[in-house]
């Protein structure tokens, strides 16, 4: 059996799922320790006949051509692309939101912190400023500097993708002529 996985070029896990045994079962039943059930040795035995078959009728398998193949890859290639380009426009978009976002608070903090050294604490109603410039400051914490260079570094880890994807098109365009 353990030729017929080789011959196949499968794991013992994939043959295990074709035949429908656990990988440790199949080890086992390779080592000639133990036996298959009745139903994974019909479902090797068939494995093993289209095996034979596949070996005389090697002349009548369907390749496809290599353009199709390519065809294919670029396709997989402009889809990468265009997801890549998309994502690092969302999270531009994301990002430019962040900073507008963390400026106004940042104005509005200022704002406070000015009343706050200005005013006396009699002056306004118990503990007012005090909540405003927490409540900011909780604000600001969902579109502090650290977060905006963690977006920052998934827009370039998705420009990233989207340039090595343009490349391996690039490649596989020149490989054709």
């Given at each position: 059996m353990k030729a017929l996985r080789k011959e196949l070029q499968l794991t013992q896990r994939q043959l295990s799922m074709l035949i429908g045994v656990s990988q440790p079962l199949l080890a086992l039943y390779e080592r000639e320790l133990r036996q298959l059930p009745a139903?994974?040795?019909?479902?090797?035995?068939e494995l093993q006949l289209l095996l034979q078959q596949a070996s005389l009728h090697k002349k009548e398998l369907r390749i496809p051509p290599q353009k199709a193949v390519r065809d294919k890859v670029d396709a997989l290639l402009k889809k990468h692309q265009r997801r890549a380009n998309h994502t690092a426009l969302r999270l531009g978009r994301e990002l430019e939101q962040l900073q507008e976002r963390y400026n106004k608070l940042l104005q509005r903090l200022t704002v406070i912190q000015t009343l706050m050294q200005k005013t006396e604490r009699a002056t306004h109603p118990e503990g007012l400023l005090e909540n405003m410039e927490m409540e900011a400051l909780n604000e600001m914490a969902h579109c502090c500097p650290e977060k905006?260079?963690?977006?920052?570094?998934?827009?370039?880890?998705?420009?990233?993708?989207?340039?090595?994807?343009?490349?391996?098109?690039?490649?596989?365009?020149e490989e054709e002529e």
């Open positions: 139903e994974a040795s019909h479902k090797l035995s905006q260079a963690l977006l920052q570094y998934r827009i370039s880890l998705s420009n990233a993708w989207q340039q090595l994807a343009r490349e391996a098109y690039t490649g596989v365009r």
